[in-house]
């Protein structure tokens, strides 16, 4: 599986060269559909380790601009890992390391110099449990532009603009200085998803942002976010199949595959469109995958 | 009518059903637990009758002069005597060792909790360091204020002395208490910010401090207290000189109430053996007032805004 | 949780569009700054340490090691000066004894029942109650020894030699209450963290509170409780108001018997303190090096109880 991604790195003049040639040994028409010329993620060869344990190898995948792409796979294969590895979140757990390239806007975001604080606000990410802050909801939307540094003339207005965004203002305008844990956990998960698109970052990384909600928040958090990429590019993990055929565009499957050393190691098995994916996967272990045989 | 007739019928019940309504009664076990009771009710009487006693000992100087009049030498002004310049000490020394003891044991736990990594020798050892120092009878404090910090530094038997002396006796308190505030600070709070882009101090100072300040506050006024009553270390550092006149300055010679106490509780008169036990009646009343602070902070920390 | 950057690898010289905005010396600056703050410890144990060993080392040059720790007289503020530290370190270890025998039964007693009797109101109720004790100033558990206990004791002394005003008994009963709360407090955390598990797979063969609590709980949190006993015994130690006022003063041969008064390590330090001992002499020099004593033995049961705890801590976290 992995043999198809060894690229060597692109030099960064002949970038998008190379990427069209690795596109098309991983799947033709997920680029046909929008041109496929724009993704704002791209993923080459990554490995992943914590420590000397490897926990993602050889991951090779576009994430196209203003759309939703949902990785899926068995629960331990490095959904999480290499999700973290978008915004340098991994950077905060001693031991973890990245190797291989990722890139945002053609910027390796490994390279020296790159700021993960800077990153992670051009990059943000929702989390499975919702995790507002012990504030108030107000506050909870005013922190990530203050701490920014975001120039901005009216924090009302931008707390409005976050809150309606995230299709939460209705249920939370005359209560914006209790404090955001009275909030029911759906909604706590709409109000992170608003803290998130207050910084306005240009991705979003959802880690099961459903699982820990009941069906009808479910629905409310799919919905928005389909409402979220007319501005915003999407990431989300989701061990809900149903989930990433309904929300997502593109699909990937990753899987752990054991190696000679007994190691188990998250690898790439398929990324396609989603429909494709779901209707004429390519690989059988996706095919078993999808079919609820394993997993 | 044939409402559960097959028991009736039958007449049978079955042995083990009654047995397990029969609660058997355990001597050996109710023994047990009558002893473990007795055990804390040894621990509580002894401190119910230790209240009692200095109440009913220092009854009659529990008025006014207590805090208005100056320790008096002459013992036949025995009791006009009073323990004003041993409270204004303790609320000097107090003071001072706040202002130093609290930033610094505060900023140590955020170092040791937020920033130390555990895989470097060094942040170890200081780790090693605090709970060692925690451990460190408070006489051998007096010993390295009379040594180096009196002598060395020149200080002196000053406030000065007496507070750097009780901070570093009292930081392991504020230290250990901080840090377990910070670590029951969920995880999620710090991941949360840094998603938004939060530099590592901004997470701390606004997100992980204000959602520890009760935790902090609480050992805070813990570490106060212990530093209140002690009275060991400032034995070595002329404390127990008699002092007629209130602190002027952070170089003014003083005394605290334990160490007050201490003096009267030597002295052979019946009248300063009563305002020994009113002034323990004070101490313990400071001490109580801190303590029911530290409870109300307790008790609203679940409760946010 | 711990977190650090790992991604500061060394700074491009070229502008870059995820460069950092702003420089963040700041960010550094706090960093050093709670560094420091964290080795104000270290420099005071550097400090203790060199004010003890110096003073120390200056005082075996006027009297030899063997002198000190097998003499059994100690009179340095005598005409007559002997240096034997036997009349100190047997009063401590006569206090400490009796204080531990006293505080481990009651202790123990009271962390069984705060974990495995108590309901969770009741024992949020006495655990206030042990704090408020263990928060009593040293020095009001010494007055009280002195004159509560001291005369009930003497009142009801069955045998022809009355203790003495000042006596190591008196002292001993206090310490030993003073130090209930530090044995009960770490004994229940011990036994709170035996897995429950293990409570209900033996409640589950029939067994009772009491051999629950006695025969699976109890030896399961064995290496914690010995750690609260030793904690305990090094806080009985190098306590120093209560035998100061309490204990008695008396130096100059050794004194097994608790009835009598007798000066500890702490509390020779204490009163040679508080006069102002003319620097540079021996006996001033004597405080430091009973000190010493005193930090060194503080210090080996300070180490001995962590590697208890940890022991603990590696079976069941
Ligand atoms: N912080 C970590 N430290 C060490 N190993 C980790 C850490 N997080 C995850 N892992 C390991 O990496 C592998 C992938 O985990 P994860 O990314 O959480 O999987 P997923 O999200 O797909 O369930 C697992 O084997 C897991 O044990
Ligand atoms: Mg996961």
């Known amino acids: 599986m992995s043999e198809t991604t060894t690229i060597a790195p692109p030099d960064l003049d002949r970038r998008s060269g190379v990427k069209i040639t690795a596109r098309q040994e991983q799947s033709t028409p997920a680029s046909d559909r929008n041109g496929g010329v724009d993704p704002i993620i791209e993923l080459q060869d990554v490995d992943i380790y914590y420590g000397s344990y490897r926990a993602v190898r050889g991951v090779s995948i576009p994430i196209e601009r203003r759309e939703i792409t949902a990785m899926i796979g068995p629960s331990g294969c490095g959904k999480s890992t290499l999700l973290r590895s978008l915004n340098r979140m991994n950077d905060l757990i001693i031991g973890a390391r990245v190797t291989g390239r990722i890139t945002f806007h053609g910027q390796d975001l490994y390279e020296a110099g790159v700021d993960p604080i800077e990153v992670r606000r051009r990059i943000g990410m929702v989390f499975q449990q919702p995790n507002p802050f012990p504030k108030s909801i107000y506050d909870n939307i005013s922190y990530g532009p203050k701490v920014t540094g975001m120039k901005v003339s009216n924090m009302d207005d931008l707390v409005e603009e976050a809150l309606t ?71 989300i993990v989701t061990h809900n199949m149903q989930q990433a055929a309904r929300v997502s565009d593109k699909t990937a499957f990753l899987t752990a595959e054991v190696d000679k050393d007994g190691q188990r190691h998250g690898v790439l098995i398929e990324f396609d469109d989603t429909n494709k994916i779901f209707s004429a996967p390519s690989n059988e272990l996706t095919e078993a995958y999808i079919s609820g045989r394993f997993g | 009518m044939a409402i559960d007739t097959s028991r009736a019928e039958t007449g049978y019940v079955h042995p083990s059903a009654a047995a397990l309504k029969r609660r058997r009664i355990r001597l050996g076990d109710t023994l047990f ?34 805090v208005t009049n100056m320790p008096s030498g002459l013992a036949s002004r025995a009791d006009e005597s009073g323990l004003q310049s041993a409270l204004t000490g303790t609320l000097w020394v107090i003071t001072l060792t706040a202002l130093m003891c609290l930033p610094t044991g505060i900023a140590a736990a955020i170092y040791l909790e937020e920033y130390a990594d555990n895989t470097r020798w060094y942040n170890r050892f200081l780790e090693l360091n605090i709970q060692n120092l925690a451990g460190v009878p408070s006489i051998v404090f007096g010993i390295l204020g009379l040594g180096i910090i009196a002598r060395v530094f020149g200080l002196g ?112 008169q019946a009248e300063l053996q009563e305002l020994a036990s009113a002034g323990i009646v004070l101490l313990l009343i400071i001490l109580l007032l801190m303590n029911s602070i530290a409870i109300v902070i307790r008790n609203r920390a679940g409760k946010i805004r | 949780m711990s977190v650090t950057e790992l991604g500061s690898r060394a700074p491009a010289p070229q502008p870059m569009r995820l460069g950092r905005r702003g420089n963040r010396a700041g960010e550094r600056g706090v960093e050093v700054l709670l560094f420091i703050a964290a080795t104000v410890g270290v420099l005071t144990t550097v400090g203790i340490i060199i004010a003890l060993v110096f003073p120390t080392i200056d005082f075996f040059g006027d009297v030899s090691i063997v002198e000190f720790l097998t003499g059994d007289s100690w009179t340095p503020l005598f005409a007559d000066k002997e240096y034997g530290v036997l009349p100190l370190l047997v009063a401590t270890l006569v206090v400490t004894a009796i204080a531990t025998l006293i505080a481990v039964p009651l202790g123990l007693g009271a962390a069984i029942y705060l974990a495995e009797y108590a309901r969770p109101k009741v024992r949020s109720a006495l655990k206030p109650m042990l704090e408020v004790l263990a928060g009593i100033p040293t020095v009001v558990y010494g007055f009280f020894a002195l004159v509560a206990i001291g005369p009930l004791i003497r009142d009801y002394w069955p045998g022809g030699d009355k203790p003495s005003f000042q006596n190591l008994l008196i002292a001993s009963i206090a310490m030993g209450i003073m130090i209930v709360p530090t044995v009960a407090s770490l004994a229940e955390d011990a036994m709170t963290a035996v897995p429950r598990s293990l409570r209900q797979g033996a409640f589950a063969l029939a067994s009772s509170r009491m051999q629950v609590a006695t025969r699976v709980v109890f030896p399961a949190a064995l290496s914690g409780i010995v750690a609260a006993i030793v904690l305990g015994i090094s806080r009985a130690i190098g306590e120093t108001m209560i035998v100061t006022i309490a204990g008695g003063l008396i130096s100059d041969r050794v004194l097994f018997n608790p009835i009598e008064g007798s000066a500890t390590m702490t509390a020779f330090i204490a009163s040679a303190g508080q006069g102002d001992l003319p620097l540079g002499t021996v006996e001033y020099k004597s405080i430091f090096a009973v000190g010493a004593l005193l930090f060194i033995i503080t210090f080996a049961l300070n180490i001995v109880s962590f590697r208890l705890v940890r022991r603990f801590r590696e079976v069941y976290e």
């Open chain 1, 165 to 235: 965004g995230a299709a939460l203002w209705g249920e939370v305008k005359d209560k914006l200085k209790t404090s955001a844990l009275a909030l029911s956990g759906g909604q706590q998960q709409r109000l992170c998803i608003a803290r998130t698109i207050a910084v306005k970052p240009e991705v979003i990384l959802m880690d099961e942002p459903c699982s820990a909600l009941d069906p009808i928040a479910t629905a409310k958090i799919e919905d928005l976010m389909a409402q979220l990429t007319k501005q915003y590019t999407i990431v």
């Open chain 2, 33 to 66: 637990r009558l002893a473990l009771q007795f055990c804390l009710f040894v621990a509580f009487a002894f401190l119910a009758s230790l209240i009692i006693y200095v109440l009913i000992a220092g009854w009659n100087r529990l008025d006014l002069r207590l």
């Open chain 2, 157 to 268: 038997f000053t406030i000065i002395t007496a507070a750097i002396v009780l901070s570093l006796l009292v930081l392991p308190v504020v230290i250990i208490a901080t840090r377990e505030a910070l670590r029951a600070v969920p995880p999620s709070i710090r991941l949360g910010s840094y998603a938004l882009g939060a530099t590592k101090w901004q997470t701390v100072r606004r997100q992980v401090l204000p959602a520890a300040t009760s935790g902090t506050a609480t050992g805070a006024i813990l570490a106060l207290s212990r530093a209140i009553g002690e009275a060991a270390p400032l034995i070595l550092l002329g404390a127990v000189t008699f002092v007629r006149f209130n602190p002027e300055g952070i170089s003014s010679r003083y005394t605290v109430l334990p160490i007050a106490i201490f003096n009267l509780i030597k002295s052979p």
